[in-house]
């Protein structure tokens, strides 16, 4: 079992940078495959970024590579995205989610977090 929770969205200006940070419970955190997703209001969920358990491989959706960063801290329990040069479609709310599965689709996840709320003024 993994308990995850999110922190670190906010109102922020486009251009601007947002760092959110997800901590996990249980002691096999680090066996699992991290990932970020986000849903913007009327919008399905969608894949952000992912990373394997040794922190050395990372996926990223074509709308925030380049941009976004997302990192790990086994020791920590704790998933990171550092997020630049924010742009206004970037708002929704984003979660973490874990898997076993080295994979972009939401459903493979089984382990979630609530959720931070992320918006982008333009």
């Known amino acids: 079992q993994v308990l995850l929770v999110e922190s670190g969205g906010g109102l922020v200006q486009a251009g601007d940078s947002l760092r959110l940070s997800c901590a996990a419970s249980g002691r096999t955190f680090s066996s699992y495959i991290m990932g970020w997703f986000r849903q913007a209001p009327g919008l399905e969920r969608e894949f952000v970024a992912v990373i394997n358990w040794r922190n050395i491989t990372t996926n990223y959706s074509d709308s925030v590579k380049g941009r976004f960063t997302i990192s790990r801290d086994n020791a920590k329990n704790m998933v990171y995205l550092q997020m630049n040069s924010l742009k206004p479609e970037d708002t929704a709310v984003y979660y973490c989610?874990?898997?076993?599965?080295?994979?972009?689709?939401?459903?493979?996840?089984?382990?979630w977090g609530q959720g931070t709320q992320v918006t982008v003024s333009s």
């Open positions: 989610a874990a898997t076993q599965t080295w994979t972009t689709q939401s459903g493979a996840y089984f382990y």
